[in-house]
Every structure is written in structure tokens, then in C-alpha cells.
């Protein structure tokens, strides 16, 4: 199947600071890449749909500035954390759909904020 | 409002016996239904893909059932090995491919 690539698996950050996570499609081309956040033992929400070059479109309650969304090209979509406070600590995956109507996963980032 | 539900109780069978899962949904008209595979600490892993105008799916060991009238699916794993021990999440596509996770069932299979 279809390979997500996902970086970093774990960050540990100060609060305040920045944390980028890349989400990289390695063999196919992905014009829409999803960014989900999962707390322990809950179901994935889904943060915001990434479509390459364009801007991408948050769900109801999620923070635009705060979860900045990149996806410059057809397989990298990046999400930066910015001014993170411990209550963004959670586990951030990444999707991207094939163009057979498949969504891949990353492996996820566990994030920290101290 | 919207809502997808699976068994929040963790399901436990014996090895070689048949496990079954179940989704039902409310207030949604999915275009395709998918289950995935999660282990601790990973991302979710696609297992199969059911579509509104197919009633069942199978692939090697699973079986995916989707009953549009009751608004359920069921995710079945024949001759269960201790391997198939995960949670398994059941997911809506809805218009403009938005995918909808359920909050998973956790599999415990035995030897």
C-alpha cells in the first residue's frame, strides 16, 4: 500500500515555544492531506483538510493561527504548533487520500509541551 | 446531531473463534464506510473499504458488512489469532471525502 511518512514520531518542547510536524506522501501525490489530534483512549478528530496549494479549511473549534497549515506541495503538508502550551500535548497524525479514494496514515507525533 | 458509535468496552475472545464488531451511526449519509487498524503509540492502519451500495467486503481473514437501513456496519475477524489484538476503528467518508472516526472497540484475543 501506499507509504505516509510522518516526522518527528515524538517532540518534547518548552511552553511557548514552536513545534513543526512534517506529513509526507513517498509514492504517490496527495492533493489532500488531513491533521487529526487523538487523546488517549478517544477517537481521532479530525483538526483540518490540507489541499495542496490553497489554504487549508479547519473544523469548528480548532485555532487557525495557533495550528498553522502549510501543504506547499503535492506530498508534503506540514503542521506547526506555535506558542505551545502543555494543552496541546497530544498525538497528531496525519492522512493523505489516494486517488482511489484511500486515506493512508503517518505514524503519528506524541507531542510534549513542558 | 451526529453521531458514530462502537463498543466502548473492550471485546475478548478465545483464539481461532470469530470476532465481531459493531458501527452504527445517526444523522449521517456516508458515500463509503472504512475500518482501521490501530495499535498503541501508531497511526491507524487502512484495513477495507465498503461502499453505500455494497451490502459486504471481505479480504482474506475480515468481513465487512454495511446495512444503510439499520445504519450499522459490522467488522467481522474469522479464525481470530493474538496477532489481531488492537483497537479497530470504524470511519464515515461524507461529502468532500471529510473522514468521521468512531472511538474504536479494543480487541483482546486470547491463545
Avoid at chain 1, 504517490?28 to 489530534?37: E, I, L, P, S, V
Avoid at chain 1, 483538526?47 to 479549511?57: F, L, P, R
Avoid at chain 2, 489481531?84 to 471525502?97: K, M, P, R, V
Wanted: charged fraction near 20%.
Amino acid at each position: 500500500g501506499a507509504v505516509v511518512s510522518q516526522h518527528p514520531s515524538w517532540v518534547i518542547c518548552k511552553s511557548g515555544t514552536s513545534v513543526k510536524i512534517e506529513c509526507r506522501s513517498l509514492d504517490f501525490q496527495a492533493t489532500t492531506m488531513f491533521w487529526y489530534r487523538q487523546f488517549p483512549k478517544q477517537s481521532l478528530m479530525l483538526m483540518a483538510t490540507s489541499n495542496e496549494g490553497s489554504k487549508a479549511t479547519y473544523e469548528q473549534g480548532v485555532e487557525k493561527d495557533k495550528f498553522l497549515i502549510n501543504h506547499a506541495s503535492l506530498t508534503l503538508s506540514t503542521l506547526t504548533v506555535t506558542s505551545a502550551h502543555p494543552e496541546d500535548s497530544s498525538f497528531y497524525i496525519c492522512s493523505a487520500k489516494t486517488t482511489n479514494e484511500k486515506l493512508f496514515f503517518g505514524s503519528g507525533t506524541q507531542l510534549s509541551v513542558l | 446531531s451526529q453521531k458514530i458509535e462502537q463498543n466502548s468496552e473492550a471485546l475478548n475472545i478465545q483464539e481461532g473463534k470469530t470476532a465481531t464488531l459493531t458501527c452504527n451511526y445517526t444523522n449521517y449519509s456516508p458515500a463509503y464506510l472504512q475500518w482501521y487498524r490501530q495499535d498503541p503509540g501508531r497511526g491507524p492502519v487502512f484495513l477495507l473499504l465498503i461502499r453505500e451500495n455494497e451490502k459486504e467486503k471481505r479480504k482474506e481473514r475480515l468481513k465487512v458488512t454495511f446495512d444503510t437501513t439499520l445504519k450499522q456496519s459490522l467488522f467481522h475477524i474469522t479464525a481470530s489469532q493474538p496477532a489481531d489484538s488492537a483497537t479497530y476503528l470504524c470511519a464515515l467518508i461524507t461529502g468532500g471525502f471529510k473522514t468521521i472516526f468512531g472511538a474504536g472497540t479494543r480487541l483482546f484475543v486470547k491463545a
